[in-house]
């Protein structure tokens, strides 16, 4: 269920005029800025618009590099194979790291908030077992 809540919320945010990688958009967005509100949610938006092969979701929380970066890898099409989110931990006043699991390595994604309810994933790292 909450992974359909955070499709919709992309779906919509997808139909805004303004740019989806600016910050203009996410101030004027009240859709986007309710999808980013915790570094979970962004680092889920990232992995969720991967999934479904849309970089318009996946770039809903998250910089164009970061998408560019994580579309250069396929997701894998067999269930068994799908991301195992390891949490999020902080790692300064306003950055944090959410990490996933996935068959062959981990997945680290760094996040910054830029204010008190907007988060941002602004770069991943892969890391091989």
């Known amino acids: 269920m909450k992974n359909t809540y955070l499709i919709a919320l992309a779906l919509a945010c997808s139909a805004a005029l303004l740019s989806p990688n600016s910050y203009a958009y996410y101030v004027n967005n009240q859709a986007a800025l ?3 509100t915790t570094a979970i949610q962004a680092s889920q938006m990232l992995i969720t618009g ?7 979701v996946a770039g809903t929380c998250a910089y164009p590099n970061v998408v560019n970066n994580l579309f250069m890898t396929q997701p894998s099409t067999n269930p068994e194979a799908r991301w195992q989110s390891n949490g999020c931990r902080w790692t300064g006043i306003s950055t944090a790291q959410c990490s996933y699991s996935f068959e062959g390595g981990i997945a680290n994604l760094a996040l910054v908030r830029l204010n008190t309810t907007l988060w941002r994933v602004t770069a991943i790292q892969f890391v091989a077992d």
């Open 34 to 36: 309710s999808s980013c």
């Open 50 to 56: 991967w999934q479904m092969h849309n970089r318009q």
